[in-house]
T-cell receptor
């Protein structure tokens, strides 16, 4: 079955770039997503990438997809303290009822 | 900006009781979903719903669970006889179209079964 894995924790200094990594196992993934969860809040969709793309940029966010290695990353430029949260990657597979399969989340801590 | 809302934010119930978790999806969305997150574990898919019927469900979504869209705005998840292991955060989501489009999540309902 599908499996999505992420490292548990990342700590960076304010102003630095953050890179959050994710690996997935299902090669038939159609879309890959990044969600952000702040304490006590729901899952906020940050960005997504279609599997035939290598890169997507949206303001401070850059998503890189290496389909051969089944590796997805999210780069946050000029990381701010407000970026401190848990970041989840997720995949969906066309024809699978649109279900998302989530990674365990990476807790990003931004130090001033 | 439109958002998915969920009520209640926290529900405490005794084992064996029925609970109904409520969601109001974004108004022009056609697909609706329930996910859950047991404390310390991954967010897990439960069910997707389109055109007044279930389009996909996971192994977790057994006969104790049901979903309904009782009117034009609400989407509910019912657990018939709650178990201790049903304690989790339950998230509702909706999307405008099917696979590949953004799923927007509500803030969640924390269900505690005692």
């Amino acid at each position: 079955g599908e499996d999505v894995e992420q490292s548990l924790f990342l700590s960076v200094r304010e102003g630095d770039s953050s890179v959050i990594n994710c690996t997935y196992t299902d090669s038939s993934s159609t879309y890959l997503y990044w969600y952000k969860q702040e304490p006590g809040a729901g899952l906020q969709l940050l960005t997504y990438i279609f599997s035939n793309m290598d890169m997507k940029q949206d303001q401070r966010l850059t998503v890189l997809l290496n389909k051969k290695d089944k590796h997805l990353s999210l780069r946050i430029a000029d990381t701010q303290t407000g970026d401190s949260a848990i970041y989840f990657c997720a995949e969906s597979i066309s024809g699978a009822g649109n279900m998302l399969t989530f990674g365990g989340g990476t807790r990003l801590m931004v130090k001033p | 900006e439109p958002e998915v809302t969920q009520t209640p934010s926290h529900q405490v119930t005794q084992m064996g009781q029925e609970v109904i978790l409520r969601c109001v999806p974004i108004s022009n969305h056609l697909y609706f979903y329930w996910y859950r997150q047991i404390l310390g574990q991954k967010v897990e898919f439960l069910v997707s719903f389109y055109n007044n019927e279930i389009s996909e469900k996971s192994e977790i979504f057994d006969d104790q669970f049901s979903v309904e869209r009782p009117d034009g705005s609400n989407f509910t998840l019912k657990i018939r006889s709650t178990k201790l292991e049903d304690s989790a955060m339950y998230f509702c989501a909706s999307s405008e179209v099917g696979a590949g489009y953004e799923q927007y999540f509500g803030p969640g309902t924390r269900l505690t079964v005692t």
